[in-house]
């Protein structure tokens, strides 16, 4: 009994001497089709930046955010859509230090339950009807000669046709 007190002292002093993400909470249901704010808490000794990595369980990492500042306490992400909802989904801040390398800390295990629509690409070429036309073409068929151009109407054609 005296051991896991210990431990759980440990553990406390622990996640007292490091950033530590506070939101989400385990469980939470996060909706990236909207903006997102995680939120943490640092001590003096935490390094000044870190990335920020989305990891799910069962695939790989989104690489969230780079070179934010410890001490800023929280960072809002605006939309996230090109990953899957579902559960076991999990942040990660990453040290970009030379002294501290390596995970910093790990938020709880939360469910994205929406993820944005793929924004728009955006045209900036426009949209113009060209036609293109042949040389004129000529029937030798009677005893007058008539000229039909390649984009002509169907009447047209039908017209040069019974002729």
Do not use: C, H
Not at 51 to 75: H, M
């Amino acid at each position: 009994m005296r051991f896991f007190q210990i431990a759980s002292i440990v553990a406390y002093a622990a996640s007292s001497l490091a950033v530590t993400i506070t939101s989400p909470q385990n469980g939470d249901k996060v909706d990236f089709s909207k903006p997102y704010t995680i939120k943490w808490t640092t001590v003096p000794s935490d390094p000044e930046q870190v990335n920020i990595v989305l990891k799910n369980q069962t695939s790989s990492e989104k690489e969230i955010a780079k070179d934010i500042k410890t001490s800023d306490g929280k960072y809002t992400i605006d939309k996230i859509w090109d990953i899957e909802t579902g559960t076991g989904y999990q942040f990660n801040f990453v040290s970009n230090s030379k002294k501290n390398t390596g995970i910093l800390a790990q938020s709880q295990i939360f469910n994205v339950t929406a993820v944005a629509d793929p924004p728009k690409p955006s045209s900036t070429a426009t949209n113009s009807a060209s036609s293109t036309s042949a040389a004129p073409t000529e029937s030798t068929g009677g005893s007058a000669a008539l000229t039909i151009p390649a984009a002509g109407s169907l009447m047209l054609s039908l017209f040069a046709l019974a002729l």
